[in-house]
């Protein structure tokens, strides 16, 4: 009897103590349950909607799951693809919706989530919903989306990104990109990020913070309407790769660095400036764009004939 009696004390005392965490910290059963949702994705005809919920309908796709198959490369190697699960119906993706039950999601990725959808023209309420705060992988995720001509990626927190490898490669249809605001600090990889952006006319990444950043590869490749290009805020001390940073740029007339810029752990710079016919550096020094003057020799601040640089000091 005493012994029933003691663990009844006990029950009584854990569920006191439960009551009191509810009351202090707020914890209840909405949180309980708020635990237990997901996010997951259903494309229904050529509209895939982003939703977040307990109960994930059968045939619904994961939005964090990433798949890794390994497969041999040419040379021998072994190598991996990384892809989402709706990666072989991406071709039928015509407009993505985000539900409004999605804004209560934190995705930690948003890794290769449009990567391929060549069909996507319109992404609704992704500006409202999409809260990527504790998001630390932006790689890939909207590469190859040609077909669209507008994107608002302006309210995007980026403040624990450190990945944005290949992210907006080959969104040949849009004229602007507003990344303005995009908060840099933990970057470290830039590797093909504007690559074939080919329409846009203008790219403000003044503010960018690139401390961290090791590859800049192929950066701004193919990027053949910029004009001007202003990076003076650029911190290029810890950058390795440069290799066709800035290459096809045809258009682009000048690049305006700061203080920040070095290249002296720069190890690959090929083809940089190859192709960039039009650039022009800060005391009239011309690229002509062919591989004998197109690597990190040349990236410099335009000294005059005395220290040729393809670019120019920002005042």
Known sequence: MKILFKTLSIISILILTFGILILTFGIDKASFAQSAKVPYAVLKDSTMTFYYGKNKPVGAYDV???IITKVDLFDGENGEVWEKEWMSVTDQIKTVVF????K?????????WFC????????VDMEKYLNTSRCSDMSYMFSDC???TSLDVSNFNTKNVTNMWFMFPGCGALTSL????????????????FTACSNLVSLDVSNFNTENVTDMSDMFNDCESLTTLDISNFNTSNVKVMESMFADCYSLKTIYVGNGWRTSEVTNSEYMFAGCTSLVGGKGTKCDGTEREDDVSFARIDGGESAP????KKE
Request: hydrophobic letters at 25%; a positive charge; charged letters at 25%.
């Open 64 to 66: 964090e799951k990433i």
């Open 99 to 102: 539900d409004k039950s999605f």
């Open 104 to 112: 209560n999601c934190r995705p930690t990725t948003c890794a290769y």
């Open 116 to 123: 391929g959808c060549r069909q996507l023209s319109k992404i």
């Open 146 to 148: 040609n077909g669209l």
């Open 178 to 193: 507003d990344v303005s605001n995009f908060n840099t600090d933990k970057v470290t990889g830039m590797k093909c990020m």
């Open 309 to 312: 640089g393809y670019l120019t």
